[in-house]
């Protein structure tokens, strides 16, 4: 491999990892070839049952902490399950016990709402009795992204009303007033690649691009962003070795930041205005410095 990949990072920004077949086969292809690799699977932990987590716990434990499981439970009993939809707390409490029994290296991410916050420590104490690696506590960045105070919505008959008051205002004093790109991708030497295989320098412009963030791009800058949706961008097609050493694309990219009428409003949303702080990432209290072998638990 020409490259080496420090960390993978499995979130199924389209789905659910644990629903693919072959999630299992690809994982150990990527630890033959390179062991060192820190794997993050993302999960909502309610697909199947226990004995299929006890058994993905088993065949991952020679693998220790250097492959982690991110499962989201955003707080106790039914609170999780009102942002969560049609998953169940406690189906997934067992599959993690399982997972764990079975020897797999589970961490617990908790997305903090309004109506979950008051659950985060008794949540912290749970984690630490079932044995979970480590607990990341993120806020919600959806709310915060599309400028809204509340999301409310009809589920099953009821209505269900989800806000992040902190994550907003937190959001507030973030935002600076230039507008000088920070690029994520940049800084952390991160790319994304879509399920089908088309390699982006991150996925807030694939998703933007699909129209996601309902920005209206400029000509000059959708120009410029779309040159990373086509066919030359597939590895099915040109391979990794070939898209990453285009030079040309990369850097028309980050030229494009100092002129307003090339540069993406996607790329201002995320790394411009707003700080990182605030927004969907792992690396915000999970230990990455410290190493996969990092042996300790939760404190
Ligand atoms: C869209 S999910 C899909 C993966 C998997 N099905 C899951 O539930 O975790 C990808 C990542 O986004 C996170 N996520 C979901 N909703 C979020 C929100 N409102 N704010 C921040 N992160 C969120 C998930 O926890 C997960 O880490």
């Known amino acids: 491999m020409e490259h080496s990949i420090k960390k993978l990072t499995i979130c199924g920004t389209e789905s659910e990892p644990t629903l693919n077949n072959d999630l299992e086969k690809m994982i150990k292809y990527i630890k033959e070839k390179q062991p060192s690799t820190l794997i993050r699977i993302s999960t909502n932990g309610s697909t199947h049952k226990e004995t299929w987590w006890e058994d993905f716990g088993k065949n991952l434990k020679q693998f220790k902490s250097t492959i982690q499981v991110i499962v989201g439970i955003d707080g106790i009993g039914t609170n999780h399950e009102r942002y969560r939809l049609n998953t169940n707390y406690y189906q997934i409490i067992k599959n993690m016990q399982a997972f764990i029994k079975g020897g797999g290296t589970a961490v617990w991410q908790f997305i903090v709402f309004d109506h979950n916050q008051e659950d985060l420590n008794a949540a912290k104490e749970i984690a630490l009795k079932m044995g979970f690696y480590d607990f990341i506590a993120k806020y919600s960045n959806y709310l915060s992204r599309e400028k809204r105070k509340e999301l409310t919505f009809k589920w099953k008959g009821k209505t269900i009303q989800l806000k992040s008051s902190e994550a907003n205002e937190l959001n507030e004093k973030q935002t600076n007033n ?53 066919r030359e961008a597939s590895i099915h097609q040109k391979g990794i070795n070939a898209i990453l050493k285009d030079k040309r694309k990369w850097q028309e990219l980050q030229d494009s930041w100092d002129e307003v009428s090339t540069s993406p409003k996607v790329c201002d949303l995320y790394c411009g205005k707003r700080k990182h702080e605030t927004q969907c990432y792992f690396d915000i209290a999970s230990k990455e410095n410290e190493g996969p072998e990092r042996q300790d638990k939760i404190n």
């Open 178 to 230: 230039s507008s000088n790109i920070e690029c994520y991708s940049k800084q952390k030497n991160e790319i994304f690649i879509s399920y089908k295989g088309i390699v982006y320098p991150c996925s807030w412009i694939k998703s933007s691009l699909k129209g996601s963030y309902g920005l209206t791009e400029t000509e000059g800058s959708l120009n410029i962003l779309k040159k990373f949706s086509v």
